[in-house]
């Protein structure tokens, strides 16, 4: 079964870079026709598209963030890493990693990461 | 970008009631789009529904997902104990992905 296991600070500071790692087991984020996606929810709100990417190293973002994040892939660690700099306390949320068949919807989540961003 | 608007906010019912969550979108959405989810509270969103109108796996069959264009509708057709959660639409379109704001179901 696929797992997805998000990790990385529980806090980070204003203005400073936010950096998560998503680590996949039970399959290979080298597989052909999936794509590896952050979304975020901050506390009590909905849901929130980073960006995603494909084995290739295709990226993809929200144009609302995509001046402000990274992400790259390991595929000798079978890991997702996410960037997201200059924070402020409006990027405080839950980060999830999920996986998407053929960019269309996220089939398995990781269980999400509370990020809080305060001095 | 394409919005999606989620009605209503809320919807309370019993269990064993039938519930209609629907989702508007800004301009039209390819089926093959449309995602919708279900999150409890502290645990992450599962997949209920994608291409608007075909279950995941392991999906019981009250659930079920219609529409097109604009509008799409996820319908439970007898409530669980299990089914009061927030349930989300999602689109992928135009090399993004946007989701509603989200329709909660509560217990009346």
């Known amino acids: 079964q696929l797992q997805l296991q998000e990790s990385g600070p529980g806090l980070v500071k204003p203005s400073e870079t936010l950096s998560l790692t998503c680590t996949v087991s039970?399959?290979?984020?080298?597989?052909?026709?999936?794509?590896w996606g952050w979304i975020r929810q901050p506390p009590g709100k909905g849901l929130d598209w980073i960006g995603s990417i494909y084995s290739s190293g295709s990226t993809y973002f929200n144009p609302s963030l995509k001046t402000r994040v990274t992400i790259s892939v390991d595929m000798s660690k079978n890991q997702i890493s996410l960037t997201l700099s200059s924070v402020t306390a409006a990027d405080t949320a839950v980060y999830y990693c999920?996986?998407?068949?053929?960019?269309?919807?996220?089939?398995?989540w990781g269980q999400g990461t509370l990020v809080t961003v305060s001095s | 970008e394409i919005v999606l608007t989620q009605s209503p906010g809320t919807l309370s019912l019993s269990p064993g009631e039938r519930a209609t969550l629907s989702c508007r979108a800004s301009?039209?959405?390819?089926?093959?789009?449309l995602a919708w989810y279900q999150q409890i509270p502290g645990q992450a969103p599962r997949l209920l529904i994608y291409g608007a109108s075909s279950r995941a796996t392991g999906i019981p069959d009250r659930f079920s997902g219609s529409g097109s264009g604009t509008d799409f509708t996820l319908t439970i057709g007898r409530l669980e104990p299990e089914d009061f959660a927030v349930y989300y639409c999602q689109q992928c379109g135009s090399s993004t992905y946007t989701f509603g704001q989200g329709t909660k179901v509560e217990i009346k």
């Open positions: 999920a996986r998407s068949p053929d960019w269309y919807y996220f089939d398995f």
């Open positions: 301009q039209s959405v390819s089926s093959s789009y």
């Open positions: 039970g399959g290979s984020i080298s597989s052909s026709g999936y794509y």
